[in-house]
């Protein structure tokens, strides 16, 4: 506890023995690098105030509670909760005591200072010790504040550590991570508490390390994170983070990286990921992604560090801007849950503060916001960020407190004033970067001789902030922290049910054809059940989700229930048990509409829901302030909506709102909009923000606007009117040059204290906004013309139509159209392209094709009135674009061994070129064996292959590359241990009801060269082939590296029916016997193909496709498939039953089960006989089971109508794996009635058995 006496001036002596303290050897030790900068004026001053000693101020524990000291200097006893419910149930010893005494401390009236790298950043001098804060109080905080960034090597490293420490840690990715543990470690040890913050990077823009080697690094070292990229923006990374998303195995690999640094801290780990979230300057903020998604996206951060890497020394804090969290309710929106949420906090930092700043009556009341949220969810509470801003100093390159002159010296004491009275228990100050890159505390330069401090001028104040007996530093508590005072703490988790929340599809997706839902459900139970439930305003659709073992669930909605939803915007909610826990909205089969690349926004493609219009434009609010945003009928420019804009502020507030907007107007030399004022001339910011500068234009400084009062108005403001809004001086012009690299735009309202609109310190009022454009116009000057006038009417009655509407064009050639306005006044013409990749258009209407495809070439005039011409862009045989294949294993003549077979006809896979050309969209799917789906043997010269990936991977890859512009739907229809029996049964729903284009078929590997295989297989290629879309089919013939493959069989089918081969096979044979290649360097189990085995059929995959794209032009029309079969159809209408297709007449000892997670809705018996029983109107059948390893799988016989005609083994002891087994028990030339029983043999010692599919075809 800290002493009650007056602060007084110390001797002499006290001060050198303080001076002797900031030098000692364990402090020198701490891990700082000073940076040098060239000399400067001396604004420090000398200290007054005498610091308190560390041992007159120890917090302590007594009788099972926290004793602490209140402002009236009395002694305050605060209990410690003895049980806790946490996140994590498995929570550590120290986590559980951290919690207690935090929690404890927040209902004190103590507060813990924070500051973030408070031990290895400073801007004082490096004579004294590594903190700022030690040199001022000789403590350290209490509250030690870690980054991301300093476990990758940016804001600290292994250099920084060995430089510091005389050690030799490695330099190296894995080395960095063990320098962070190892400096936090010193914090914990004199007795801070840590807090780790991630500034992550966008993972979409990620590089990779070319040193890594998987072999001996992690696998986040595979991958460059040391870059300060989260206001990077680009490439929706935050909605592709999640299972499934384009970069969630990036995602991962960074949290690895957290979870080894947590690993190695020997404490507790305060963790604050995606902070200030509700804000709009990280790609994890507002208006880069939309709440669901940003629940989820933590969620999985918490459930994957806990869960999947046994992280149990974390709390889990969420630290939103005070910007969006101005209420409970607006706090609440994107809040991931309490079973997500140990700690609730905020950021919010004053800019630019005075004595009489107004800041601080705002902070408390949101102070009171966040401390009301606390209470009612029951979470702990920290002002996760605080700090004074200001703007930049001449020769800084940013500041934050002044080196002299700062408007409130007695910030700290204000701040603890406020904090003291809630039952936060810390608050954080940023990090001391160095005087010229940012400082929050006062520094120490030197020590005078009589051992005061020589520093920043607000030494003393902070001093006397640290004397206030409610502040505790790391000093104050170590004791108490690291001799365990604190006592035993039970836990029990947040929730012992089931939770849950929607991973796929994200919200707001348009749906308009069949999808599966994926979900993840946490504390699932064998009773627990969960549902998808699809809703619009015309009907319901309810689909029971099912587990895949592996956490997740999923629900298939089929095309037909799709339509059937009509054209909606609806939601998609999960069920758990009952009851809902995530409602998100989708779009039902409305189709996306075209982009005008210049519009902004004409607020017709909303479909009249409020909710989908705040989606695209996010909100942002000064504190106390409101705004809303609403569709409108009464006002508007033309269709039926228009923009309400509605504000109420403070008098020093500001309210506004942005879209995301990534376009190039450098045919544009003009914003245009339709409005009505208010008559209130507020400061009303027009916003467009360009290759990373914000232009701005203000309404109230046009005369005519503050003129025109009320009256709806056309404006129109030249590019080079919008000034720079964070440049000295604010110049103009700078727009008409970066308007080629547009990525937002903003409405704002920013209040004007002094207006007489302001009334009792506040302003209130509403803009209508519609038809939001670029365009081109002839003035240079700004525009506003009332509606009611002859000017406006002449726009409005313009029409423009062009001289042609088709236009085909090669590559590289030019064409210009011509644009014809009819009407009045100014008949400017703005011209865009919808793809400019395919073909770009300039401001004269001159088009260039760029490369194949098809795009829409599109002239407007200035009432929004448009003439488009179709343009089709086309490509030479000597003029494609063929890419190079990313390998070069494969030589010419081993080519043309992958291609033996003659009268192969290529038509139909031209033609799946051609569709790609024009700009449709194309499907492209393959269907086969674990082969197929991506399963990598580990060869003995792997690591000399660059990138590890699995030959579809490359296929797919061919066709995005080579037609970047297109849309490409690629399905992955490969399940391991499976043949081309049960893929002629699992075809239907696994590929053709996704309506490919193309199929490329794999199942040489797990066929055999029988009869029976030359049937099905036969069966599977016509059943692709006479499918009502005429899809192209491709063969692919992979091999085990000792020859085994079913090559033979299906090359005579594929010679019959003419159709493109490709062999694997003849190409590795041929590797090996000359030597270039050996098995173990193909293959590490003789059967999947090492990582240089899948680059072998990559390669080969892509130069065949290569090779007929080259000579697309010469293959015609391909025919409708009418040849007859090779062996016998008797699958073409066959089909997989289970337990959400039939049900059984009688289950005997069987029980419907989700025990196989590729084939979830099976029957599975575990005791007695089994006697399951069905009716099945059929002439072939097979029965698809469970094959296990635990030597528990039973021997059961099939009987039909009676007789048995087939056994059934289940067992696979000593086997590779549970796999799901095939085996054909009747057939018939006749469709007819049977009855189908399965039950266990005679002689058969063990009682487990799954049926997982019966397999008939009709």
């Not at 949420?341 to 601080?360: C, Q």
């Not at 609010?621 to 109420?648: E, M």
């Not at 590359?961 to 075809?987: C, K, M, Q």
Request: charged share 20%; glycine share 8%.
């Amino acid at each position: 506890m800290k002493s009650n006496k007056k602060v007084l001036k110390k001797t002499v002596a006290f001060y050198v023995a303080f001076a002797l303290t900031l030098t000692s050897a364990n402090m020198l030790n701490w891990g700082c690098k000073e940076k040098v900068y060239a000399a400067e004026q001396d604004t420090s001053v000398d200290s007054n105030i005498a610091v308190k000693s560390a041992d007159e101020q120890q917090v302590s524990v007594s009788d099972g509670k926290l004793i602490t000291q209140k402002k009236d200097e009395s002694v305050q006893g605060t209990a410690l909760a003895r049980n806790v419910k946490l996140v994590d149930g498995k929570a550590k010893k120290n986590t559980r005591q951290i919690y207690a005494y935090l929690k404890a401390v927040g209902k004190s009236d103590s507060v813990i200072y924070g500051h973030q790298d408070d031990t290895f950043q400073k801007a004082g001098s490096f004579n004294l010790t590594c903190s700022d804060t030690s040199d001022v109080t000789g403590s350290i905080a209490g509250v030690l504040g870690i980054d991301g960034l300093a476990l990758t090597g940016n804001e600290y490293s292994a250099k920084t550590y060995n430089s510091t420490h005389n050690t030799s840690l490695p330099q190296t990715p894995a080395g960095n991570v063990e320098a962070a543990a190892k400096i936090t470690n010193e914090g914990i040890s004199n007795g801070a508490i840590v807090t780790l913050s991630a500034h992550m990077p966008n993972f979409a823009n990620i590089k990779t390390n070319s040193s890594y080697n998987s072999k001996t690094d992690p696998d986040y070292a595979k991958y460059k994170f040391a870059v300060y990229t989260p206001k990077d923006t680009t490439k929706d990374c935050a909605s592709n983070i999640l299972p499934g998303g384009k970069y969630n195995k990036v995602y991962k690999a960074y949290l690895d990286m957290i979870a080894d640094y947590a690993s190695q801290v020997n404490g507790t780990i305060l963790f604050r990921p995606f902070h200030e979230n509700t804000g709009s300057w990280f790609w994890w903020g507002a208006a880069y992604c939309d709440a669901e998604t940003y629940k989820n996206v933590y969620r999985y951060t918490v459930e994957y560090l806990r869960d999947a890497k046994n992280i149990h020394n974390m709390l889990y804090e969420y630290g939103p801007s005070n910007t969006g969290s101005s209420s409970v309710t607006e706090y609440e929106t994107r809040y991931p849950g309490d079973n997500y949420v140990d700690m609730v906090g905020v950021d919010m930092y004053d800019s630019k503060p005075t004595a009489e700043d107004a800041w601080i009556s705002q902070f408390k009341s949101q102070l009171e916001v966040v401390n009301a949220f606390a209470k009612k969810h029951g979470k702990l509470f920290a002002v996760t960020e605080t700090g004074i801003s200001n703007d930049t100093a001449s020769g800084d390159n940013q500041t934050a407190l002044l080196k002299t002159g700062n408007g409130d010296r007695n910030w700290y004491n204000r701040v603890l004033d406020a904090v003291s009275q809630t039952d936060a228990s810390y608050f954080l100050l940023w990090a001391n970067f160095s005087k010229k890159d940012g400082f929050y505390t006062p520094y120490v330069d030197s020590i005078n001789s009589n051992g005061t401090l020589h520093g920043h001028e607000m030494l003393d104040n902070f001093i006397s902030f640290y004397n206030d007996g409610r502040t505790i530093f790391a000093a104050n508590q170590k004791k108490i922290l690291t001799g365990g005072s604190v006592g035993s703490i039970s836990v029990k988790p947040t929730t012992a049910k089931a939770i849950g929340y929607i991973v796929s599809p994200l919200p707001g997706k348009r749906i308009q054809k069949a999808i599966t839902v994926t979900a993840k459900i946490t504390n699932a139970k064998e009773n627990t059940t969960a549902k998808i439930v699809f809703k619009t305003d015309k009907k319901n659709i309810t689909v029971k989700a099912v587990p895949n073992g592996e956490g997740y669930y999923t629900a298939k909605i089929t095309a037909s229930q799709v339509k059937s939803l009509g054209q909606y915007v609806g939601t998609l909610m999960l069920y758990i048990d009952g009851k809902k826990v995530q409602s998100i909205s989708q779009v039902y089969n409305i189709p996306k509409p075209e982009i005008d690349t210049c519009e902004v926004d004409g607020f017709e493609n909303y479909n009249g829901v409020d909710t989908e219009l705040t989606k695209a434009w996010t909100i942002n609010k000064d504190n106390n302030c409101n705004i809303s945003l609403t569709l409108n009928k009464s006002y508007k420019a033309n269709g039926a909506y228009g923009l309400k804009f509605t504000y109420d502020e403070t008098a020093t507030g500001w309210a506004g709102a942005t879209i995301n907007k990534a376009a190039d107007w450098s045919n544009c030399n003009a914003l245009q909009f339709y409005m009505v004022p208010d008559g209130k001339n507020q400061k009303t910011v027009i916003q467009i923000t360009a290759n990373g500068t914000v232009y701005e234009a203000y309404l109230n400084t046009y005369e005519e606007y503050v003129k025109n009062g009320v009256n709806p108005v056309l404006v129109t403001i030249p590019f080079s009117d919008f000034c720079q809004r964070d440049t000295a001086g604010n110049p103009t012009g700078g727009l008409v040059k970066d308007c080629k690299s547009i990525t937002s735009f903003g409405l704002w309202v920013n209040a004007i204290a002094n207006s007489s609109a302001v009334s009792k310190g506040r302003v209130s009022g509403t803009l209508i906004y519609d038809s939001i454009t670029a365009i081109k116009a002839k003035t240079n000057k700004v525009s506003i013309i009332k509606t009611s006038s002859k000017a406006y009417n002449d726009i409005l009655n313009l029409k423009v139509s062009l001289n042609t509407s088709k236009v085909t064009l090669l590559k590289g050639k030019n064409k210009t159209l011509t644009a014809t306005v009819t009407g009045n006044g100014d008949k400017s013409v703005t011209w865009y392209s919808t793809n400019p990749a395919i073909a770009a258009v300039n401001d004269n209407g001159e088009i260039t094709a760029e490369r194949t495809g098809t795009v829409k070439i599109v002239a407007k005039v200035r009432n929004g009135k448009k003439a488009i011409c179709k343009f089709t862009v086309k490509a030479n045989s000597d003029d494609k674009d063929i890419i190079p294949a990313p390998t070069n294993y494969v030589t010419e003549d081993e080519m043309k061994l992958a291609q033996e077979w003659t009268g192969v006809n290529k038509s139909a896979l031209a033609a799946v070129m051609k569709k790609a050309e024009s700009g449709k969209k194309v499907t492209i799917a393959v269907i086969g064996g674990s082969i197929t789906q991506g399963t990598i043997s580990n060869g003995t010269s792997d690591s000399t292959v660059s990138t590890k990936a699995a030959y579809t991977d490359t296929f797919f890859k061919w066709w995005k590359e080579t037609f970047p512009s297109v849309e490409f739907n690629f399905v992955n229809a490969g399940i391991g241990a499976t043949d081309s029996y049960l893929g002629v049964h699992r075809v239907q729903k696994d590929v053709l009801d996704k309506n490919p284009d193309l199929v490329l078929v794999e199942f040489s590997v797990n066929d055999w060269e029988t009869d029976f295989y030359k049937k099905t297989y036969d069966n599977l290629i016509r059943r692709i082939l006479l499918y009502k879309n005429n899809p192209a089919v491709m063969l692919l013939f992979m091999s085990q590296v000792n020859g085994d493959s079913s090559q033979n069989n299906d090359a005579y089918i594929g010679t019959k029916y003419e159709l493109p081969m490709i062999s694997y096979k003849n190409v590795i044979i041929d590797m090996m016997k000359k030597a270039i290649y050996t098995k173990e360097q193909l293959s590490g189990d003789t059967v999947h193909p090492s990582a240089l085995g899948h680059a072998i059929a990559g390669e080969i995959i892509w130069k065949y496709l290569n090779s007929v794209y080259k000579d697309e032009d010469i293959y015609g029309k391909p025919s409708t498939f009418n040849k007859t079969a090779v062996t016998k159809d008797c699958y073409l209408d066959s089909e997989i039953l289970d337990s959400t297709s039939i049900k059984p007449d009688s289950f005997g000892t069987f029980k419907t089960s989700n025990e196989f997670a590729t084939f979830p809705n099976d029957w599975t018996c575990l005791e007695g006989t089994g006697d399951i029983t069905f009716t099945i109107s059929c002439k072939n059948l097979g029965i698809m089971y469970y094959c296990q390893t635990n030597g528990k799988g039973g021997q059961f016989d099939v009987y039909v109508d009676g007789k048995r005609v087939d056994t059934l083994n289940a067992d696979f002891s000593g086997g590779w794996g549970n796999y799901a087994k095939t085996q054909e028990c009747y057939t018939s030339d006749e469709t007819a009635k049977h009855t189908i029983t399965i039950k266990k043999a005679d002689d058969s010692k063990e009682n487990e058995f799954s049926v997982l599919g019966l397999l008939v075809s009709h």
